[in-house]
Nanobody, 112 residues
Framework: QVQLEESGGGLVQPGDTLRLSCTAS????????TAWYRQAPGKERESVAS???????TYADSVKGRFTISRDIAKNTMYLQMNSLKPEDTAMYYC??????WGQGTQVTVSS
């Protein structure tokens, strides 16, 4: 019954901004650590940002200072605000909630 659905990706130019959204269970967002992952072709899927049940956030060094993870429990939604996008940010982006199957992801392509 529980599903993850990512949205908000697209084709943008370097320096542009995107905000990704992921619908998820509000309960799970509240009681677990959730995260955003990304995977580029030929690369391993990697965590880029996480947020704990207490609201503590962590970021991969590659996105620190540019990306912000947040959640709106009442709206059953988590977000990834991505500023100053770079070509190396190009990847399929996935949200992660423990015990919930991966969604289909949303594609982010940064190219001039």
């Amino acid at each position: 019954q529980v599903q993850l659905e990512e949205s908000g990706g697209g084709l943008v130019q370097p320096g542009d901004t995107l905000r990704l959204s992921c619908t998820a269970s509000g309960l799970m967002l509240r009681v677990t650590t959730t995260a955003w992952y990304r995977q580029a072709p030929g690369k391993e899927r990697e965590s880029v940002a996480s947020i704990s049940s207490s609201g503590q956030t962590t970021y991969a060094d590659s996105v620190k200072g540019r990306f912000t993870i947040s959640r709106d429990i009442a709206k059953n939604t988590m977000y990834l605000q991505m500023n100053s996008l770079k070509p190396e940010d190009t990847a399929m982006y996935y949200c992660r909630v423990p015990t919930v199957p991966w969604g289909q992801g949303t594609q982010v392509t940064v190219s001039s």
